[in-house]
C-alpha cells in the first residue's frame, strides 16, 4: 500500500513540474507516514548518513573538473591534436570528432559536457571544411555518448554507490567499450564519407603533429594521472577526482593561461549550481533503496522475471529493451536512482557480473540521452545549434544504429568488457 501511494506522488508531482528531488522526496515521506512501523525521522537520517560518505565527494569533484576543462582551453587543444592524427583522412573530421571525444571523456566523464565544450567547436569546423548540418549534428552527439563510458565516469559513480561494486574496477571496465563504440562509430562515418564525398583533410606534417602533441600534453597527461594512479593503487577514485580538479586549475591557470584568477570565483559558482542537482538526487536515492528493500521489491521482480525465463542472456535482452523504453521518458540520473537499487540485485540473482552489468546499465542510460522526448543532450544541441527540435531528432536517428550496436556486443561479450580488470586482476 505504501509504495504504492509513494509512486503515484512520484508521477503525479512529476506531471504538475515538481523538481526531481522535490518528487522522489514527497513520494519517500509518504510511504513512511503510510507504513506502520516505520518512523518517518528515519528519513532525514538516512539522507544526511549518505553524505557521509567517502565515495559520495567524488561526484561533486568530477563535475567540478569538467567545468574547469570547458574554461581553460583544454578542449581546442584536443581537438587540434586529434585533427593531426586522423583529420588527413577520406571525411577526416568525423575521425576528428570521435577520435576527440573519446580522449575528452578521459577527463569529463560527462556527455552533456562534451557536447558543451567539444562540441561547438567540432560542429562549426564541420560545416565550415563543407560537411552537411545534420551530419555534423548527428555524429557529435553519437560521439558524446562514449565520455560516461571511458573513465572517469560520472554515471560510473553512481553506480558503484547504489550498487556497492568497486568504482575503480568500473572505470577499467569501460576502456574496452569505449573502444568498441570508437570503432562502430568510425565505420558509420566512414560509410557516410564515402557515400556523400566527404572532403579530405589537411595532411600534417610529423613536426606538426609534434607540435600539436606538445601545445595539448598537459591535457592529455589528465586521464594518465587519473587512471595510472588509481591503478597502482595510490588514490582512491574520489581522492582522483580531488587531484583532477587541482590539476585542471594548474593547467588552465599556470600552464595554458586561459583561466584567469578572478574567474575562479565563477568557475566555482556555475560548479556549484551543476552539482545541485544531481547531489541533491543521490541523497535522496539511498531513502528509496532502504524502501525497496524493506519491500523486498527486488525478489518480486526476481520471482515475475523468472517466469518468463530463466536464462541470463534473455534476461539480459529483456532488461536492454526496458532500459532503451525508459531512456526515452526519464533522465538517466533518475532512472540511475530508481533503477540500480531494484535491477542489481535481480542482476546478481541470475549470476551476472554487477561490474559488466553497469556497462550495460550506464550505456543504456547514455544512449536516452539522445531518444526523445525527455532526452537532455537534443535539447543542448537544440541551444548550441539554434536548430528546433525536430530538426535535431532526425539528425541523431541514423546514428542510433552504430550505437545499438555497440550496446549489442558489450552485452553479450563479457570477456571483451572485463578484458582490463581481468588482465589488472581486479
Known amino acids: 500500500m505504501g509504495l504504492s501511494i509513494m509512486v503515484i506522488i512520484i508521477i503525479a508531482t512529476t506531471l504538475f513540474g515538481f523538481p526531481l528531488f522535490f518528487s522522489f522526496l514527497l513520494g519517500c515521506i509518504a510511504f513512511f507516514i503510510s507504513t506502520p512501523g516505520l518512523d518517518v525521522m528515519m528519513l532525514p537520517t538516512k539522507m544526511v548518513s549518505a553524505m557521509n560518505s567517502f565515495p559520495f565527494l567524488a561526484i561533486p569533484?568530477?563535475?567540478?573538473?569538467g567545468q574547469i576543462m570547458n574554461r581553460g582551453g583544454i578542449t581546442r587543444r584536443i581537438f587540434k591534436?586529434?585533427?593531426?592524427?586522423?583529420?588527413?583522412?577520406?571525411?577526416?573530421?568525423?575521425?576528428?570528432?570521435?577520435?576527440?571525444?573519446?580522449?575528452f571523456s578521459g577527463m569529463s566523464g560527462s556527455a552533456l559536457a562534451d557536447i558543451g565544450g567539444l562540441g561547438v567547436i567540432e560542429i562549426d569546423a564541420m560545416k565550415k571544411a563543407g560537411y552537411d548540418e545534420k551530419f555534423s549534428v548527428g555524429i557529435t552527439a553519437a560521439s558524446s555518448t562514449i565520455g560516461p563510458i571511458v573513465p572517469p565516469s560520472l554515471p560510473f559513480v553512481s553506480y558503484a554507490l547504489f550498487a556497492n561494486v568497486s568504482l575503480g574496477t568500473l572505470f577499467l571496465a569501460g576502456f574496452t567499450p569505449g573502444v568498441i563504440m570508437v570503432v562502430v562509430l568510425s565505420i558509420m562515418n566512414y560509410y557516410f564519407a564515402k557515400k556523400r564525398n566527404y572532403p579530405v583533410g589537411d595532411c600534417y606534417k610529423i613536426r606538426e603533429i609534434g607540435s600539436a602533441f606538445l601545445d595539448s600534453f598537459w591535457a592529455l597527461l589528465s586521464p594518465v594521472i587519473l587512471i595510472g594512479s588509481i591503478w597502482f593503487g595510490w588514490v582512491t577514485p574520489t581522492e582522483a577526482a580531488f587531484i583532477c580538479v587541482v590539476y585542471s586549475f594548474f593547467v588552465g591557470i599556470v600552464i595554458y593561461k586561459d583561466i584567469r584568477i578572478r574567474e575562479i570565483p565563477q568557475i566555482m559558482i556555475d560548479g556549484f549550481k551543476a552539482m545541485a542537482p544531481c547531489l541533491s538526487i543521490v541523497l535522496v536515492t539511498v531513502v528509496m533503496g532502504f524502501i525497496f528493500n524493506y519491500v523486498g521489491l527486488n525478489k518480486i521482480i526476481y520471482s515475475f522475471v523468472s517466469g518468463i525465463t530463466t536464462n541470463k542472456y534473455f534476461f539480459l535482452l529483456l532488461v536492454n529493451i526496458f532500459l532503451l523504453i525508459i531512456g526515452m521518458i526519464l533522465d538517466p540520473s533518475a532512472s540511475m536512482v530508481v533503477l540500480v537499487p531494484?535491477?542489481?540485485?535481480?542482476?546478481?540473482?541470475?549470476?551476472?557480473?554487477?561490474?559488466?552489468?553497469?556497462?550495460?546499465l550506464c550505456l543504456n542510460l547514455m544512449i536516452g540521452l539522445l531518444t526523445p522526448p525527455v532526452g537532455m543532450s537534443l535539447y543542448l544541441l537544440?541551444?548550441?545549434t539554434g536548430r528546433p527540435f525536430k530538426y535535431i531528432v532526425s539528425a541523431i536517428l541514423p546514428w542510433l544504429l552504430p550505437l545499438f550496436i555497440s550496446l549489442i556486443l558489450v552485452t553479450y561479450l563479457e570477456g571483451l568488457v572485463m578484458f582490463v580488470p581481468n588482465l589488472l586482476g581486479m
Do not use: C, E, K, W
Open 61 to 65: 569533484f568530477f563535475i567540478l573538473a
Open 382 to 384: 537544440v541551444t548550441t
Open 81 to 103: 591534436f586529434a585533427d593531426t592524427l586522423v583529420g588527413r583522412f577520406h571525411g577526416g573530421l568525423g575521425y576528428v570528432n570521435i577520435l576527440a571525444s573519446f580522449i
Open 342 to 360: 531494484i535491477l542489481a540485485p535481480v542482476a546478481q540473482m541470475y549470476g551476472i557480473n554487477l561490474i559488466h552489468f553497469g556497462v550495460i
